[in-house]
């Protein structure tokens, strides 16, 4: 075979190639997406993929009914659910944040001029 053959074999089979890598990372991340989805369960802590921190309250095949504050529950679709919460007790894990009681005060101000 000529090298102008093996040139033009080579520039045929890399976007197969690439197609072909495409495809596999793609159904990769999918499996990955719903096995974690399967693994969800009721009392679960998640954020959604924009962000709202909550706890799973009941689940269905296509929704999730999530407590995101004391007595107010929201429905999502079960595939905004980006992440389970890491647990609050192992180390590295961000603080709850402290509730400021002052009313009209911004977090971090300083409370009756002190």
Known sequence: MSTNGTFSLLIFALPLL???WLFYTQ???MKQMRDFSSSLNVGDA???SSGI???VKHLDDASAWLEIAEGTTIRV???AIAMKQADPT???APAAPVADDAPGTTPGSPQNGQ
Do not use: A, C, E, F
Request: no cysteine.
């Open 18 to 20: 690439l197609l072909g």
């Open 46 to 48: 998640i954020v959604t």
């Open 77 to 79: 679709d079960r595939r």
């Open 53 to 55: 921190y909550g706890t």
């Open 27 to 29: 159904n990769k991340r």
């Open 90 to 92: 192992t180390p590295g």
